[in-house]
């Protein structure tokens, strides 16, 4: 077995040489308290939040080890957990009738896969290095209602009728079921005639941009709420680059983040249910 690696961090003494100097004087306090915390602790505790890892959970937490919770995740999500807590947060939308069903947007966002696994491909912005790309799909408001994971090199355009199978039936008024929205807006990428066909074939009218047409199509009036979900899911850090080698774990990862944004919306909409 290899040498295990030093807590990445543990701010050294030659590091600490390095940028010591560099720092500004602190300003005066303004107001009585706790003594500031010394920089030396400050720059411990930058890099903990940019390198933790499973295995360097703090046991003073009191969650058990890293892998305990790796492990329990990979459990979780293999037995479904995550699709099916989706669901109980979306029926409580559509109960109280926040979940909107009139237009659904669908876009991508390609992030870096620091080791390559499965699901992961090249970049297209640099292919000797290898990235994934989340696509989700929510409805008018933002409110994810698929979410996937691809090779970074997939086209967009392939993943559209997939994210459309994988909404479930959601439930919660009366009468059966809704899996469907009435329109379905997109960007360049999707421009296909033959998916625009399936799209009406399903009846879904497709609203998608052209490529060849200058910009100021107006659908960023309505594409921008995807936008935005895109930006709240990378904004849990280990979404933001793909840091799992095994494509489940980050799936999983992945799904959960998509309940907890549902779950805020449930929050904020459905506060007297």
Not at 33 to 44: D, E, F, I, K, T
Not at 80 to 89: A, I, K, M, S, Y
Not at 100 to 124: E, F, L, M, N
Request: aromatic share 6%; glycine share 8%; net charge positive.
């Amino acid at each position: 077995m290899g040498k295990r690696q030093p807590r990445p961090w543990v701010v050294s003494d030659e590091l600490w040489a390095l940028v010591e100097p560099l720092l500004p004087e602190p300003g005066p306090k303004l107001v009585s308290g706790r003594p500031r915390v010394p920089n030396r602790q400050a720059l411990c505790g930058i890099l903990f939040v940019l390198h933790i890892q499973w295995e360097y959970l703090p046991q003073e937490l009191g969650f058990g080890s890293g892998m305990t919770c790796r492990r329990r995740l990979a459990a979780w999500n293999e037995a479904g957990v995550w699709d099916e807590l989706h669901l109980v947060l979306l029926k409580k939308l559509r109960s109280a009738k926040q979940l909107d069903w009139s237009r659904a947007v669908i876009d991508s966002s390609h992030v870096r896969a620091a080791p390559a696994g499965p699901k992961s491909g090249p970049s297209p912005v640099d292919r000797a290095r290898p990235g994934s790309k989340h696509h989700i799909l929510t409805d008018g408001q933002g409110i994810p209602l698929a979410v996937s994971l691809t090779g970074g090199n997939r086209n967009d355009v392939t993943q559209l009728l997939p994210l459309l199978d994988k909404v479930p039936a959601v439930a919660g008024v009366v009468g059966r079921p809704r899996r469907r929205p009435d329109m379905l807006f997109a960007d360049r990428s999707y421009d296909h005639d033959k998916y625009r066909r399936l799209l009406w074939q399903r009846g879904i009218r497709p609203v998608i941009a052209e490529r060849g047409r200058q910009h100021g199509t107006g659908l960023g009036a309505f594409r921008w709420v995807v936008e935005r979900t895109i930006s709240w899911l990378h904004g849990f850090r280990r979404l933001r680059i793909r840091w799992e080698r095994r494509d489940d774990i980050h799936e999983a990862i992945l799904g959960l983040a998509t309940c907890l944004i549902t779950h805020r919306h449930v929050q904020r909409l459905c506060w007297d249910l």
